[in-house]
Structures are given as C-alpha cells and as structure tokens.
C-alpha cells in the first residue's frame, strides 16, 4: 500500500480549519478523509514553524540594507 503524498496547499488548508476550532479535529479529518493524528501532526508543525515567516522578512531587510552599504 502505498502512501499518500498531500501537497502544501492542501496540508495549509486543513491546518487553518483545524485553527479556527469551528470543527473539531475528528470532522476536519473525516472531512477531508485523512487520519485525525495527521490533522494535529501537521497543525503541530505549522505553529511551530510559524515564526519563521516573520525571520524571512528580516533577513530580505538585512540583504537590502547591506546592499545600500556596498
């Protein structure tokens, strides 16, 4: 059997449901059709990785402030 592979859109948009929290992850999950542990796997690993949208906005910053430099 083999695995499914889902694209990032799709995991980002089960991942923005899942934070509204108007469903809860079982729905979100039998919605979609995937595993209810998978929802909250990948919720998991978007909030972690959050803050990484906010550091790639500085460092583009940096480049262009050292480029004014040189």
Do not use: C, Y
């Not at 979100?28 to 990948?42: C, F």
């Not at 909030?47 to 790639?56: E, G, I, R």
């Amino acid at each position: 059997m083999k695995r499914k592979i889902f694209s990032s859109a799709f995991k980002t948009k089960v991942v923005l449901e899942a934070l509204k929290e108007r469903d809860s992850v079982k729905d979100i999950a039998l919605k979609h059709k995937i595993h209810p542990q998978q929802v909250s796997n990948w919720k998991r690993e978007f909030t972690s990785k959050a803050t990484l949208v906010f550091d790639s906005g500085k460092r583009s910053k940096k480049s262009e402030a050292e480029q004014e430099r040189d």
